[in-house]
T-cell receptor
Framework: NAGVMQNPRHLVRRRGQEARLRCSPM?????VYWYRQLPEEGLKFMVY????????ESGMPKERFSAEFPKEGPSILRIQQVVRGDSAAYFC???????????FGDGTRLSIL | SQELEQSPQSLIVQEGKNLTINCTSS?????LYWYKQKYGEGLIFLMM?????EEKSHEKITAKLDEKKQQSSLHITASQPSHAGIYLC?????????????FGQGTILTVHP
């Protein structure tokens, strides 16, 4: 069984460009969560999605960040007009329901030049 | 202040020694999750605790949740170098926060052979 798959593992962008991070949940999982890990702040929740629906986006910055989980295909975390402060490790997790353990991918390390 | 406090922040032990990591919340938890992270990698799920007084074990790792569901401990017996890494506790607070996890700052464990 494949685990949670994230790609790319590493992404380098220049300031002002767009970053797209992809997450394929574990087989059978319909709930996806995105977290951001900053060096001095620990792991922080960003957004919780089910197929075609955003359930909780209370951790998402108000501007430039968006997430989707379409009926077909992976979940996408999109960051427009990236700035240096967006540099972080972004993790995706999935589970079968919100009272089940979340299983994490290996993350995408985003670096902004 | 952190919603979830972990202690100690770091721990260095000799192989074969026992150790305990604590995780404390100021509020009652719906569920408590323990994860292990190796540098540059994703989180590996260890255990989930949901009932007051619950205790679970897997190999040499035991996790407990107190009766009030506000404090959890992770105990490793006869530590090995393979136990080294960052241990994170994650809290599901239920209610409107149902599903998303709030994490502690992590405990860095080093095991010397």
């Amino acid at each position: 069984n494949a685990g949670v798959m994230q790609n790319p593992r590493h992404l380098v962008r220049r300031r002002g460009q767009e970053a797209r991070l992809r997450c394929s949940p574990m087989k059978g999982h319909s709930h996806v969560y995105w977290y951001r890990q900053l060096p001095e702040e620990g792991l922080k929740f960003m957004v919780y999605l089910q197929k075609e629906n955003i359930i909780d986006e209370s951790g998402m910055p108000k501007e430039r960040f968006s997430a989707e989980f379409p009926k077909e295909g992976p979940s996408i975390l999109r960051i427009q007009q990236v700035v240096r402060g967006d540099s972080a490790a972004y993790f995706c997790a999935s589970n079968q329901g919100s009272n089940q353990p979340q299983h994490f991918g290996d993350g995408t390390r985003l670096s902004i030049l | 202040s952190q919603e979830l406090e972990q202690s100690p922040q770091s721990l260095i032990v000799q192989e074969g020694k026992n150790l305990t990591i604590n995780c404390t919340s100021s509020k009652t938890l719906y569920g408590l999750y323990w994860y292990k992270q190796k540098y540059g990698e994703g989180l590996i799920f260890l255990m989930m605790l949901q009932k007051g007084g619950e205790e679970k074990s897997h190999e040499k790792i035991t996790a407990k949740l107190d009766e009030k569901k506000q404090q959890s401990s992770l105990h490793i017996t006869a530590s090995q170098p393979s136990h080294a890494g960052i241990y994170l506790c994650g809290a599901d607070r239920g209610g409107t926060s149902y599903g998303k996890l709030t994490f502690g700052q992590g405990t860095i464990l080093t095991v010397h052979p």
